[in-house]
Structures are given as structure tokens and as C-alpha cells.
């Protein structure tokens, strides 16, 4: 990218940056058939009462987005070391993980910190009771793409036992690039030094277009015995913005532990939101235990994946059209819902992070000219 991050004058992005929907060609949040048929089906249902959820959520969503993650035949899941939450969106399960962190980890290997992460979740953590996060280099400079080296150096030299959250899926994007040689690289670090995994996974299958490929790094690393977290969100992949559905997945090495941290975790959810809602949870493992819901979510997780890698190409050819300064082909190097188009906090928000499927033919050409006028407009 080069000169992308000089001070050039500001042209507001906000209108998709900051957009965390899947949108419709209309701007509108783009909901799956699929999901409002099962919606329809579980407000008509008979056999559902208007109960309060368990604290640690619907025993079938839990299972179910348990197997989603690690797989039916993990390890783990049949020696009964995992552990699986509902929580309030992807930051609940963050905000949950990083709480258990200091009251878990903490007392059961004398644990004080830091945790590594690469994206925005600084305040959560530091409002769990931990301050020291730091930030690693998972970008080669000027290029923006996934750099391998820098983020096995920063892991390296990081202290025993300290918490390194993840990104298994093409999110913020960060180290989502790597391919799953660099992966094994990373994993081997991980158990060498003593590192604690937080993985972050949110929109399984849309950066891929296959779920089990987008948990390829989380399930290696838990076939190698590592002890993790794991923060799931469901609000992209099922088209859930409003319910709010998250799941906090912990895997740990010893099943004699499983039931002191989850008493550990009840009470920390009957602090932070006392009991998760219902809806989002039912639909979610509904679609996930029936073959036939669960093959048509397959297929729509796979043509959005498809349909972000086109808005990917187009972007790119607008922006050369234009004459754009700079190279633009790390916007199709780059996969998942998001990209860093190398644009500095000056010309866009939120570090030039770009949601790009709420890009449609109606704003297309209005996005790319925002971000050439950005880098080309006077100061």
C-alpha cells in the first residue's frame, strides 16, 4: 500500500464501516429464508412455554454449537472435557471467558497475565479485572497481509502461560490468512511456550464458505491436547442481529475440573446477565440438528462467501478504474466479512476496517469514490 497511511483528509465511511449487517440489495439486514421459516414455526409450536432459559443456556443449542465448532467425533467432546455457555452475543462470551480467566486460570497455575490479542476487545477484557493486554503484529507492513513471521515472534518472546486470542475465521481479518501449514507453525509455539489459546469465531463458514474448513485452526489445536477458550457468534452465519445468540466453548486437559468451573461460570452469569434469551438459541439448534435445515444453511453460508469474494474483485476494479492511489489487491488477497483496506484513522473509521457485505450495487460506486476522494482530496 505504501503512502495509504499518510495524513490525507477526512471523507466519512461510517455509512459501511461501522455497518455490522449482512445487507440486501435494499440496505436492509439480510435474514435467510430458512431462519424466518423456523422462526414462524417456533412461535406457532405449542409445546414451548414462556420459561427462563438455565443460566449456561438451552442444553441442545450448547451441544449443537459445540459440534458445530469442535465436530462430533472430537477427543475432547467424548471425554467429556468441554464445557459449552450461551451468552449475549460474541462480546458476552469474551466479556465471560475473560472473567473465568482471572478466576479460573488465575488461582490454577498462578497466572497474572498478559493476554496477547490483535483486535477490539481491549475494553472487555481490562473491564474483566485485567489490565495488562497488549497487542501483537499479525500484519506485514505496507502490504496488508498476514504476516506468519511477525506473529510467531511476538509469541516467542511472550512470557509462559500468558492468554493469545485468536481469530479462527476471517473477522477482524487478522491472522484469518494463514493457511493451516503457517497454523501448525503457530500451534507449536502455542504448546511450547505455554500459551493459552482464545479463539475468536464469528460467522463460521463465511470465510471459506465451509464450516469445518473455518474451524480447521481451533480443532487442530484442541487435537493437540491444548487447554482454550473459544468465543462463537452466530449473528452473521444465521442472520441473527437482533437475538444476540453467543457461546463461550472451553476445552479443558483434565475432566476433573469441568464441574468446579462451571459452578464458577453460573455465577458469573448470574451476574452479568442472569439468564440468555431463548429465540436465537432454539432457531440456531434447530437448523443445526435437522439434516435437511442444516444442509440449506450450508448452501447460504457458502454463496454469501462466495458473494463477499465478488464485492471483493468488483471493489478492487472500481478503485482502479479510478485511479485510486496505491494497490488494491490485498482487498481480494484478504477473505471473510471484513477487510483492511489500509486506510488510516484519518480517512476512515475504525482503523479502515470495512464490512464489505454491506456493499450492493446501490452504493458500490459511492463507496469507491469515498475512498478515492479520501486519498486524493487536499488537506
Same mark, same amino acid.
Given at each position: 500500500?505504501?503512502?495509504?497511511?499518510?495524513?490525507?483528509?477526512?471523507?466519512?465511511?461510517?455509512?459501511?464501516?461501522?455497518?455490522?449487517?449482512?445487507?440486501?440489495?435494499?440496505?436492509?439486514?439480510?435474514?435467510?429464508?430458512?431462519?424466518?421459516?423456523?422462526?414462524?414455526?417456533?412461535?406457532?409450536?405449542?409445546?414451548?412455554?414462556?420459561?427462563?432459559?438455565?443460566?449456561?443456556?438451552?442444553?441442545?443449542?450448547?451441544?449443537?454449537?459445540?459440534?458445530?465448532?469442535?465436530?462430533?467425533? /472430537?477427543?475432547?467432546? @467424548?471425554?467429556?472435557?468441554?464445557?459449552?455457555? #450461551?451468552?449475549?452475543? /460474541?462480546?458476552?462470551?469474551?466479556?465471560?471467558?475473560?472473567?473465568?480467566?482471572?478466576?479460573?486460570?488465575?488461582?490454577?497455575?498462578?497466572?497474572?497475565?498478559?493476554?496477547?490479542?490483535?483486535?477490539?476487545?481491549?475494553?472487555?477484557?481490562?473491564?474483566?479485572?485485567?489490565?495488562?493486554?497488549?497487542? +501483537?503484529?499479525?500484519?506485514?507492513?505496507? #502490504?496488508?497481509?498476514?504476516?506468519?513471521?511477525? @506473529?510467531?515472534?511476538?509469541?516467542?518472546?511472550?512470557?509462559?502461560?500468558?492468554?493469545?486470542?485468536?481469530?479462527?475465521?476471517? +473477522?477482524?481479518?487478522?491472522?484469518?490468512?494463514?493457511?493451516?501449514?503457517?497454523?501448525?507453525?503457530?500451534?507449536?509455539?502455542?504448546?511450547?511456550?505455554?500459551?493459552?489459546?482464545?479463539?475468536?469465531?464469528?460467522?463460521?463458514?463465511?470465510?471459506?464458505?465451509?464450516?469445518?474448513?473455518?474451524?480447521?485452526?481451533?480443532?487442530?489445536?484442541?487435537?493437540?491436547?491444548?487447554?482454550?477458550?473459544?468465543?462463537?457468534?452466530?449473528?452473521?452465519?444465521?442472520?441473527?442481529?437482533?437475538?444476540?445468540?453467543?457461546?463461550?466453548?472451553?476445552?479443558?486437559?483434565?475432566?476433573?475440573?469441568?464441574?468446579?468451573?462451571?459452578?464458577?461460570?453460573?455465577?458469573?452469569?448470574?451476574?452479568?446477565?442472569?439468564?440468555?434469551?431463548?429465540?436465537?438459541?432454539?432457531?440456531?439448534?434447530?437448523?443445526?440438528?435437522?439434516?435437511?435445515?442444516?444442509?440449506?444453511?450450508?448452501?447460504?453460508?457458502?454463496?454469501?462467501?462466495?458473494?463477499?469474494?465478488?464485492?471483493?474483485?468488483?471493489?478492487?476494479?472500481?478503485?482502479?478504474?479510478?485511479?485510486?492511489?496505491?494497490?488494491?489487491?490485498?482487498?481480494?488477497?484478504?477473505?471473510?466479512?471484513?477487510?483492511?483496506?489500509?486506510?488510516?484513522?484519518?480517512?476512515?473509521?475504525?482503523?479502515?476496517?470495512?464490512?464489505?457485505?454491506?456493499?450492493?450495487?446501490?452504493?458500490?460506486?459511492?463507496?469507491?469514490?469515498?475512498?478515492?476522494?479520501?486519498?486524493?482530496?487536499?488537506?
Amino acid at each position: 500500500m505504501g503512502d495509504l497511511n499518510s495524513n490525507y483528509s477526512f471523507v466519512s465511511l461510517s455509512c459501511v464501516a461501522l455497518c455490522l449487517e449482512h445487507q440486501r440489495e435494499d440496505g436492509h439486514a439480510l435474514v435467510p429464508p430458512l431462519i424466518w421459516k423456523i422462526k414462524q414455526q417456533i412461535s406457532t409450536d405449542p409445546t414451548l412455554h414462556a420459561d427462563f432459559a438455565p443460566a449456561l443456556g438451552l442444553p441442545e443449542f450448547t451441544r449443537r454449537a459445540t459440534e458445530l465448532a469442535l465436530g462430533r467425533e /472430537c477427543r475432547a467432546v @467424548v471425554e467429556n472435557r468441554v464445557l459449552g455457555i #450461551q451468552t449475549v452475543g /460474541c462480546t458476552g462470551a469474551v466479556r465471560l471467558g475473560a472473567q473465568l480467566l482471572r478466576c479460573w486460570y488465575n488461582r490454577s497455575t498462578g497466572w497474572r497475565g498478559p493476554v496477547y490479542i490483535p483486535s477490539p476487545f481491549y475494553a472487555v477484557f481490562q473491564a474483566a479485572g485485567l489490565p495488562d493486554v497488549r497487542q +501483537y503484529r499479525c500484519w506485514e507492513a505496507g #502490504q496488508w497481509a498476514a504476516s506468519e513471521g511477525h @506473529v510467531l515472534e511476538d509469541l516467542r518472546a511472550a512470557p509462559e502461560q500468558a492468554v493469545v486470542v485468536l481469530c479462527a475465521t476471517a +473477522y477482524c481479518p487478522v491472522a484469518t490468512d494463514l493457511s493451516q501449514k503457517h497454523w501448525k507453525h503457530l500451534a507449536h509455539v502455542l504448546e511450547r511456550r505455554k500459551l493459552f489459546p482464545f479463539f475468536l469465531m464469528l460467522g463460521q463458514g463465511l470465510c471459506l464458505g465451509d464450516p469445518e474448513q473455518d474451524a480447521w485452526p481451533l480443532r487442530h489445536c484442541v487435537s493437540l491436547g491444548l487447554e482454550l477458550f473459544c468465543a462463537q457468534s452466530f449473528s452473521h452465519s444465521f442472520g441473527l442481529y437482533g437475538e444476540r445468540v453467543g457461546h463461550l466453548l472451553l476445552v479443558l486437559k483434565q475432566n476433573t475440573l469441568l464441574l468446579a468451573l462451571q459452578s464458577q461460570a453460573e455465577s458469573a452469569v448470574r451476574s452479568l446477565w442472569s439468564r440468555p434469551a431463548t429465540l436465537g438459541a432454539r432457531v440456531v439448534a434447530t437448523v443445526l440438528s435437522n439434516p435437511a435445515n442444516l444442509a440449506e444453511w450450508r448452501e447460504g453460508v457458502r454463496s454469501a462467501a462466495e458473494r463477499c469474494v465478488l464485492i471483493r474483485e468488483r471493489l478492487r476494479e472500481k478503485l482502479r478504474l479510478l485511479g485510486a492511489p496505491g494497490s488494491w489487491d490485498h482487498l481480494t488477497q484478504q477473505g471473510g466479512l471484513y477487510c483492511c483496506t489500509g486506510l488510516n484513522t484519518c480517512t476512515c473509521c475504525r482503523g479502515g476496517r470495512l464490512n464489505v457485505t454491506a456493499i450492493n450495487s446501490c452504493n458500490m460506486d459511492y463507496v469507491a469514490e469515498s475512498i478515492h476522494l479520501a486519498l486524493t482530496s487536499p488537506l
